[in-house]
């Protein structure tokens, strides 16, 4: 038994489930972080409340991070060990290619995607996380008298063109990988898991491409319709 547990966790099946385990947290992360965004266009009052109530969580809110951070260095560092070992076993010539699910642009550049919105996360932490919540980047002009809006103003500023010209693009791409990444990622955790259906699968597929779309799309237009509103609602 001890022999069989220690094979368990040295094969790829292990690292394939670690992947799809971690790969769901984020998953269920991003489905309420784009919940809490949209929250941007009910207001400087709704969105610093929604922002107010996650920080009054105190340790449980620490709790989370941590639990958050350690799935994206699981999910990363499984991930490159499967595609290092992926790529050596071509080179030694007998590797087996697996159809399941259709091979693809976005499967093949699973690797590429995830790299790009993982170090776009910490340009995303430096504004947000770390950034400062009372300063000029908080104010916006005919809005609260030029008063500090805190945090709905600065994640506002942050999206506007004219305000950080290179940085809303960046974030639109970044979320435009982290849709690409999820359509094939659901498919995946399914996979790994065993959840294949001669008459499901092909839904689980359609959908997880849609809700990829809808991610993706989502996120992309916060930037968009902050630049088509331009001046929000108090």
């Not at 094939?184 to 990829?212: D, E, M, V």
């Amino acid at each position: 038994m001890p022999m069989r547990r220690s094979s368990y966790f040295a094969s790829s099946i292990f690292r394939k489930q670690m992947v799809a385990a971690s790969g769901l947290v984020l998953v269920l992360f991003l489905l309420v972080h784009l919940g809490g965004n949209l929250l941007l266009f009910e207001g400087a009052a709704r969105f610093n409340a929604y922002a107010a109530s996650l920080q009054s969580l105190g340790g449980l809110l620490w709790a989370i991070r941590f639990a958050l951070a350690a799935a994206a260095i699981v999910h990363v560092s499984f991930a490159v060990l499967l595609t290092v070992e992926n790529r050596q076993a071509r080179d030694r010539g007998y590797a087996v290619r697996n159809t399941h699910g259709n091979t693809n642009f976005v499967r093949k550049t699973m690797i590429y995607s995830g790299s790009a919105v993982f170090l776009f996360l910490f340009l995303h932490l430096s504004d947000y996380a770390f950034g400062d919540r009372q300063g000029p980047g908080t104010v916006i002009a005919g809005v609260h008298g030029g008063e500090s809006l805190g945090l709905f103003g600065l994640v506002w500023n942050s999206f506007r063109f004219t305000a950080h010209g290179w940085r809303p693009v960046v974030y639109i791409l970044a979320v435009a990988c982290a849709g690409a990444h999820l359509t094939h990622g659901i498919q995946s955790i399914f996979q790994t898991f065993g959840f294949n259906h001669a008459r499901y699968t092909p839904w689980i597929r359609r959908a997880s491409i849609a809700l990829g779309i809808a991610v993706g799309t989502g996120f992309a237009l916060i930037p968009l319709l902050v630049n088509i509103i331009g001046t929000p609602r108090p």
